[in-house]
């Protein structure tokens, strides 16, 4: 939460900057000056932007996940492992008992 | 229950390999009568196939002709698209015909993997359990890294009580896939059937080092999911070897280790552990009182 809306200001806070320097230098040139040194408040609002969008952004980073492989087969179950579904026998009795579900009851007629 | 959490929770089963039928057609089924065009990109197809499997695991084969209709428009020739108009022919057909419909898919293309292992299961439900094996055999000869294939050939010598040969293939799949504790798991527990309890306490003693190489403190911890499968392997080979020393070595050869009255502790400690928090209160009653009989 508090990431994202230090992600948010940060945004318009660098859109502001860049607007502000544009103005800026469309200023100087309607003026005809030489091109100048930037103000040093559109510079601070830059780098203030960029150190608020860091915090932000790792704030806002999703949860850390572990990384060795022990703590990967802690989170699988034998089922899962164990499931050998290129071999899976899919005709089992299930289809005699889902009668309630409708046609399967039909089909299970046919098929001794 | 949303359509998005319902597909991420589809993805889960698809990467995790996970069969729970019932609770796929349940949340497939609304998924698939809310689209009326094929929405949901690559993992869509990915996504039929998924649920023209579960329909036909619980008989509701119309749903799955419905899905198998739509990926064989899409994918005229697909081996993968044959492999499951050949699980629906195995559900309303007779085996022979559904065998001669894989011979007729091997002889176009002998190398789809999908089928023969399909042509096998067929093999196997029917009953000719020797010709399976010849058959499996012979496919691991050809895909010799398909760990699959290694996990089923020990399942089916595990059922004609073949463990000797059961324990081979699952060396095999060991090989293959070496930092998986559930194939050492189940090579520990052949080994317990088999009668060949050193090699059994070795296997144990692996898997619970695999499961818990992580944790900086394992002892301070109750150990969770199959590190207690795997301690109560332990313990039971402990108990057997120091109440009845074994007279013949073990079939592998495989010494008893000389500090076993100090396993069978550290087991016992361990299993009591595992029991003690809120989850084992069911158990922890008989748990105390078995432990406690010897």
Redesign the interface.
Same mark, same amino acid.
């Given at each position: 939460m508090l990431g994202r809306v230090f992600l948010i200001v940060a945004t318009i806070a660098i859109f502001h900057a860049a607007f502000s320097a544009y103005e800026h230098l469309s200023q100087l040139k309607a003026l005809e000056r030489p091109e100048g040194q930037l103000p040093p408040d559109i510079i601070l609002e830059t780098l203030f932007a960029l150190a608020l969008g860091i915090i932000g952004a790792s704030l806002n980073a999703p949860p850390l996940k572990?990384i060795?492989?022990? /703590?990967e $087969?802690?989170k699988?179950k034998? @089922? @899962? $492992? @164990? /499931? *050998? #579904?290129?071999?899976? !026998?899919? %005709? !089992?009795r299930? *289809? !005699?008992?889902?009668s309630q #579900?409708?046609?399967?009851s039909q *089909? /299970?007629a046919? %098929?001794s | 229950m949303s359509l998005s959490s319902a597909l991420q929770q589809l993805a889960s089963y698809r990467a995790n390999n996970t069969r729970a039928s019932q609770e796929t057609f349940k949340k497939g089924v609304t998924i698939l009568k809310s689209r009326n065009a094929p929405n949901l990109g690559e993992d869509g197809w990915a996504f039929l196939e998924q649920l023209a499997l579960a329909s036909i695991d619980i008989g509701r084969l119309d749903v799955a002709d419905e899905c198998t209709k739509q990926l064989s428009e899409k994918f005229p020739n697909s081996p993968r698209v044959a492999v499951l108009v050949g699980i629906r022919k195995e559900a309303s057909e007779s085996p022979e015909s559904v065998l001669r419909y894989y011979d007729g898919v091997l002889e176009e293309d002998s190398a789809n993997a999908a089928i023969w292992k399909r042509r096998i299961s067929v093999l196997k439900r029917i009953g000719k359990t020797e010709k399976a094996v010849d058959e499996l055999s012979k496919f691991l000869d050809t895909f010799y890294t398909d760990v699959e294939g290694w996990l089923e050939l020990a399942d089916i010598y595990s059922s004609c009580n073949q463990y000797t040969s059961s324990l081979q293939a699952l060396s095999h799949a060991l090989v293959l896939a070496p930092q998986n504790p559930f194939t050492a798991l189940q090579f520990a527990e052949t080994a317990y059937t088999a009668g060949d309890l050193p090699l059994a306490l070795k296997m144990f003693l692996v898997v619970t080092e695999m499961v818990e190489r992580d944790i900086p403190a394992p002892e301070d911890s109750a150990p969770t999911g199959i590190s207690v499968r795997a301690w109560w392997g332990v313990k039971l080979c402990s108990r057997r070897l120091i109440e009845s020393p074994p007279s013949s070595p073990s079939a592998s050869d495989t010494p008893v280790p000389k500090t076993i009255k100090l396993i069978d502790e550290l087991a016992t400690e361990r299993v009591l552990t595992s029991y003690s928090g809120e989850q084992g209160a069911e158990g922890r009653q008989l748990v105390s009182q078995w432990i406690s009989a010897y």
């Open positions: 572990e060795t492989w022990a /703590s $087969m802690r699988h034998i @089922d @899962d $492992m @164990d /499931s *050998r #579904l290129g071999f899976a !026998n899919f %005709v !089992n299930g *289809r !005699n008992i889902s #579900l409708g046609q399967s *089909r /299970s046919k %098929v | -």
